[in-house]
């Protein structure tokens, strides 16, 4: 079993930035491929970015020059840097490990979820 764990969450004003984490417990996250997914109140889970072994990114659009995520794979992290966040970005956001070396967009494809981190961004 492989059982991410998120960290870094708050709350943060409007043009702030948090760097969220995430590592396993359990298993590693060799060979697998990270993502990012967020849900916010009255809405469904949404892919925010997702990360390959190799360290390709991908973004979602409404993120997309805003937030960064990177690994360092020596210390079995995944990061999620977000900059200039904004209110519409509150939410819980998850971690998640895709059997797979490549990332996907869909939820569907990833096995094992974190418990998630809550960001707030006040106005």
């Known amino acids: 079993q492989v059982q991410p764990v998120e960290s870094g969450g708050g709350l943060v004003q409007a043009g702030g930035s948090l760097r969220l984490s995430c590592t396993p417990s359990?298993?590693?996250?060799?060979?697998?491929?990270v993502g990012w997914f967020r849900q916010v109140p009255g809405k469904e889970r949404e892919f925010v970015a997702a990360?390959?072994?190799?360290?390709?990114?991908g973004y979602a659009e409404s993120v997309k020059g805003r937030f960064t995520i990177s690994r360092d794979n020596a210390k079995d992290t995944v990061y999620l840097q977000m900059n200039v966040l904004k209110p519409e970005d509150t939410a819980v956001y998850y971690c998640?490990?895709?059997?797979?070396?490549?990332?996907?967009?869909?939820?569907?494809?990833?096995?094992?979820w974190g418990q998630g981190t809550q960001v707030t961004v006040s106005s």
């Open positions: 359990g298993r590693t996250f060799s060979g697998s491929a």
């Open positions: 998640a490990r895709r059997r797979g070396t490549v990332f996907s967009r869909r939820e569907n494809d990833y096995d094992y």
């Open positions: 990360i390959t072994w190799y360290g390709t990114p």
